[in-house]
């Protein structure tokens, strides 16, 4: 009797447990719900607000159009990494399975540069990289999202200088990014993977996703230390090295 005692406190106890995480699961999808909600007001009004300003003035100058074309696109471009984010989101916690195929992650990192490459001539940030040839058997889409986010942030934060570096250490491949930005506070360093953890605008789930997706490839992510901010993440996967790499 004791030992079916002791069995069923157990059996509560981690029950007990599971619920209180479904709670916090559940309050965390709100929150991450009404933020997002909120966020996708903003580019969603504009993109209305210009597309009505163009239909209603045929007789606009050329120079006048184009400066309304030119925040159309990038109304629609912050609207499109808004939706990215959410769909991430939902496929992680739906628990949709990996879709792992043979990737090449040099010229995945190289897309995710030409993909970010528009923002970064608008802002006038200079983009470098040195990229070994790494061949992994991984989920490219995720791995591309979580390049993307990183990218994004280092370009929302970057004075003028952004670099992508990928390198194989230890059978694993390695990604580091960095910008030439003010870096994390200090205050926010332990915060900074957190969701809705924003400190220069965004919905604040960028870093947050990027966790999420690294960790569900059975990698690891981090903020080091330095000048700047250089965040870095692995892969553990079976890779080869073909060269040493190529720099812009």
């Known amino acids: 009797m004791r030992a079916y005692a002791r069995a069923l406190e157990e059996a509560k106890r981690e029950l007990s ?116 040839g790494v061949q992994a058997l991984t989920d490219r889409d995720r791995v591309l999202q979580v390049l993307l986010n990183l990218l994004h942030n280092a370009l929302r934060h970057a004075r003028s200088r952004v670099h992508l570096e990928l390198t194989l250490t230890n059978r694993e491949a390695l990604f580091r990014v960095f910008d030439d930005g003010p870096g994390v506070p200090p205050q926010a360093r332990a915060l900074v993977f957190e969701p809705f953890q924003s400190f220069s605008g965004g919905t604040g789930l960028g870093l947050f996703l990027a966790r999420r997706l690294v960790e569900s490839l059975g990698g690891r992510i981090w903020l080091e230390e330095g000048e700047g901010a250089t965040f870095a993440f692995t892969l553990p996967l079976e890779v080869e090295h073909e060269d040493s790499g190529g720099g812009r």
């Open 17 to 132: 447990e599971a619920y209180e995480r479904l709670k916090a699961l559940d309050q965390a999808k709100d929150e991450i719900l009404a933020t997002v909600s909120h966020e996708l007001k903003t580019p969603l009004t504009a993109v209305r607000a210009l597309a009505e300003i163009l239909e209603a003035n045929p007789d606009l100058s050329e120079e006048e159009r184009g400066r309304f074309v030119s925040l159309l696109a990038k109304e629609t471009a912050r609207l499109s990494r808004l939706v990215e984010e959410i769909l991430a989101y939902t496929r992680l916690q739906a628990g949709v399975p990996l879709a792992r195929s043979p990737t090449d992650l040099r010229a995945l990192a190289e897309e995710a540069l030409a993909l970010v490459e528009p923002l970064a001539r608008e802002r006038g940030i200079t983009m470098e990289s040195h990229l070994a």
